[in-house]
């Protein structure tokens, strides 16, 4: 009978060694991961809500009679400029289910308390950590939007 040879107890402790090793390179880099999805999506919308105050406003300016914008809107609810105000694009817990499709999502809110009204996406309701990362939104970062020039911007204090 011919016995079989295994792994040394040297060997096993080098191989855990070398995984533990791997692992505090790898857990950090997959942690900044959900941060960056966040980060990503609340950019995304916020060019979403720009293009669609854009669109309104061009069609506003081409139009010479009531028409129809954002989510079944009529052209009657925008400002003297053209633009949405904050209130008609949505309420505070979904503020832009009137300006943009499928907008139900529950991940964006409005702060009224200020004016202009805060809007927090994903990243920016606390749901990131906050890196200090210019043009991106994260931790205590916060967007504005001015319905008397129809600016969507991040504002990073």
Not at 73 to 85: C, F, K, M, V
Request: hydrophobic share 35%; net charge negative.
């Amino acid at each position: 009978m011919k016995l079989r040879e295994g792994f040394t107890l040297i060997e096993l402790i080098l191989v855990i060694v070398i995984i533990g090793i791997l692992s505090t390179v790898a857990i950090p880099k997959f942690s900044n991961l959900i941060d960056n999805s966040k980060i990503a999506s609340e950019l995304s919308t916020a060019a979403s809500v720009q293009s669609a105050v854009d669109a309104t406003h061009g069609e506003w300016i081409t139009n010479n009679c009531p028409f129809i914008w954002g989510n079944e809107q009529n052209s009657t609810l925008l400002n003297a400029e053209g633009y949405p105000d904050a209130a008609d694009m949505g309420d505070t817990a979904n503020p832009f289910k009137n300006l943009l499709k499928n907008s139900d999502n529950g991940d964006w809110s409005r702060n009224d308390s200020f004016n202009p009204p805060r809007y927090y996406g994903p990243a920016t309701n606390g749901g990131t950590k906050d890196r200090n990362l210019a043009h991106k939104p994260e931790g205590n970062d916060y967007w504005e939007y001015n319905a008397t020039v129809g600016t969507f911007k991040l504002i990073e204090p």
